[in-house]
């Protein structure tokens, strides 16, 4: 058994496929072990290392890729490309059946073939397939390994024939079959050599789509053959995600692919495109879940004159930007595809225009500069020549109001900007919109002018809410000395006072936490009102004895730590260094009524204190 195994092997355990990275003794173990690279990366336990030393390098980057297994580990039976066929397609009694097509005789009588018509039908079925799917199916190529044919009896195989095919036949045999085979996924299978995808795709001569996700090639190594017998010269769509292979790799397959207008390459941890396509003919790329960071590692893509869409999806770019020296240039794009990449701002969208001239549709959802909230307005506005953002289309009505937005909000900046060069410069389209709708007047204000009357901001409040954390019960808290009362929370919110009572109450409720209508709102004027007989007032010797409210304020390094104590009404009253004549003064406080009634019926001005107190 171990004789069979060797670095690069494919094999399946379970339904889940992995490589062989490694065949030899582990320390502190007896016996050899295969050390192996999982496909699924959440199905190993390490990266090549045991007890801190490493055996095997893996190509996936996740840290449990890797695993121990022993080499006597039975593994899933791989087949060939045909008897996969075969299996996925045709029933299994037609396996058994059809082993033969010759006459049955018994004693010297012509036995009648019942059911045989049926059978033919199946399998006149698979010449009229055009699209077949025969991902994760352990397909080795071709055909079978040597050593695996005698683990199967021939049950799978197409006719029932066991004999060993060398590769140029069963090209031939497949090509005999007569398949007219216009898809073909062969997807995270055990094919190893690239020969074994060059045999398949001879024998199909109509086969315009392969996909081949997934799978791990040891040997890249293509076949020689003229132009006559070209086994890709219909094809025009290829897809290679996932494969882990490097640029150069793909590259150099692609080569053998002259006529393809679509191609995907995505998840193969790319970093950087160090060399030119060979084929000219494309029209889509995918290069989606890479290690792109920057346009500048996809300057040889700009010398495909054809590309019209190109996906970098889930890449962690963050910039569009080209070098000083040599500007990068699309000039056939049409359609770009930036979802979920790392775009940071709206003005990373400013270097679109140059690169990407004929940009019409572009996809920017799940990015960061998604997060302004005009973010749909303001890059309709930035790219003059958008006719679809992330799948909608762009009406002219859409574009002209984004537009008109984009030139006010610059003229805002202008308005308030010292050096206006700065600005005009971080807004490349501000000169275009303003030979468009004409330049607005640009009206220089100062950051300390007062807001309009009639504007939101005119009507803005900066409520500061506080409340005494509630520990323990109202008896233990009563007892507290002044150093031991509890903390205050504080929060502080900018409100329009022409909400009324009701909503304010809901927005404390969210703020601290509490059910809205079991507080209480108490305003802090900051006045002073006179309490006693000199001041006019008649206050009975119960009333003044009366306990009230009041509040010591300040506290160490000049934070405002409320307390709240009590004391009689006629006693001193000391905080924020005022001091009051017992009996003469009290803060003047008023409760804002359940109702409603608009705030500004009460508070009038710029900043209002508010106590909050459970009910």
């Known amino acids: 058994m171990g004789d069979q195994h060797y670095h690069g092997q494919r094999l399946s355990f379970g339904g889940e496929n992995c490589t062989v990275r490694f065949i030899g003794q582990v320390k502190n173990t007896k016996r050899d072990w295969l050390g192996v690279e999982w496909d699924d990366p959440s199905k190993g336990k390490h990266n090549g290392s045991h007890e801190n030393v490493k055996y095997f390098h893996c190509l996936s980057e996740s840290p449990t890729a890797g695993s121990f297994i022993r080499p006597s580990r039975p593994s899933d039976p791989p087949l060939s490309f045909l008897e996969a066929l075969r299996k996925k397609y045709a029933s299994d009694s037609t396996n058994k059946i059809a082993k033969s097509e010759e006459e049955i005789h018994i004693s010297g009588k012509t036995v009648e073939e019942i059911g045989f018509e049926r059978i033919r039908q199946q399998l006149a079925a698979l010449h009229e397939l055009q699209i077949v799917i025969l991902d994760g199916l352990c397909i080795a190529g071709i055909e079978r390994r040597p050593w695996e044919e005698d683990r199967d009896s021939g049950e799978n195989s197409l006719d029932g024939d066991t004999r060993v095919f060398p590769p140029f036949s069963k090209a031939e045999e497949i090509k005999s079959r007569g398949l007219n085979i216009v898809e ?149 794009l049409r359609t770009l595809d930036l979802t979920s990449t790392l775009l940071p701002s709206l003005p990373s969208l400013n270097p679109v225009p140059e690169t990407f001239p004929t940009l019409t549709s572009l996809l920017t959802k799940n990015t960061p500069l998604t997060t302004h909230p005009s973010a749909t307005l303001l890059t309709i506005a930035r790219l003059a020549t958008l006719t679809e953002l992330n799948f909608s289309p762009i009406t002219p009505a859409e574009r002209e109001n984004a537009e008109l937005y984009y030139l006010s909000t610059i003229t805002k900046d202008l308005a308030t900007a010292s050096d206006e060069k700065t600005v005009i410069e971080s807004h490349p389209r501000w000169a275009p919109l303003c030979a468009k709708y004409d330049r607005p007047a640009i009206l220089k204000k100062k950051e300390t002018e007062e807001p309009g009357a009639g504007t939101l901001a005119a009507r803005l409040t900066k409520f500061n809410f506080y409340m005494a954390k509630q520990e323990g019960g109202p008896k233990q808290q009563a007892a507290m000395t002044p150093p031991q009362q509890p903390p205050t929370i504080l929060h502080s919110k900018l409100i329009p006072r022409t909400v009324d009572v009701y909503r304010l109450k809901g927005i404390v409720g969210r703020l601290f936490g509490i059910r809205p209508m079991s507080c209480k709102l108490i305003w802090e004027t900051g006045e002073w009102d006179p309490v006693g007989e000199e001041a006019g007032w008649s206050v009975s010797e119960d009333e003044s004895d009366c306990e009230v409210d009041e509040r010591v304020e300040g506290g160490s390094d000049g934070e405002n730590n409320d307390v709240l104590r009590k004391g009689k009404r006629d006693g001193l009253w000391r905080g924020g260094g005022e001091e009051r004549q017992k009996g003469k003064w009290v803060r003047r406080e008023m409760e804002l009524v359940d109702g409603t009634r608009e705030v500004g019926f009460w508070i009038e001005g710029k900043e209002a204190r508010v106590r909050v107190e459970l009910r």
């Not at 074994?196 to 392969?210: A, E, F």
């Not at 997934?214 to 006559?228: A, H, I, L, M, Q």
């Not at 890709?232 to 292979?245: A, G, P, Q, V």
């Open 184 to 332: 073909l996924d062969l997807s995270q299978n055990l094919i190893e050599q690239w020969a074994d995808v060059v045999g398949i795709c001879s024998g199909l001569p109509l086969l315009r789509t392969l996909k081949l996700n997934g799978n791990r090639f040891r040997d890249t190594v293509c076949p020689s053959f003229d132009e006559k017998s070209h086994p890709f010269s219909r094809l025009r769509d290829l897809s290679l995600d996932n494969t882990l292979l490097s640029w150069e790799r793909i590259v150099a397959l692609a080569s053998n692919f002259p006529f393809i207008t679509t191609f995907s390459a995505a998840s193969n941890g790319i970093i950087a495109l160090d060399a030119p396509l060979q084929t000219t003919q494309l029209k889509t790329l995918n290069l989606s879940s890479n290690a792109f960071t920057s346009l500048r590692e996809l300057t040889h893509l700009t010398t495909l004159p054809h590309l019209t869409t190109l996906s970098l999806r889930s890449n962690p770019l963050t910039t569009l930007s080209s070098p000083p020296d040599a500007p990068i240039k699309f000039p056939a």
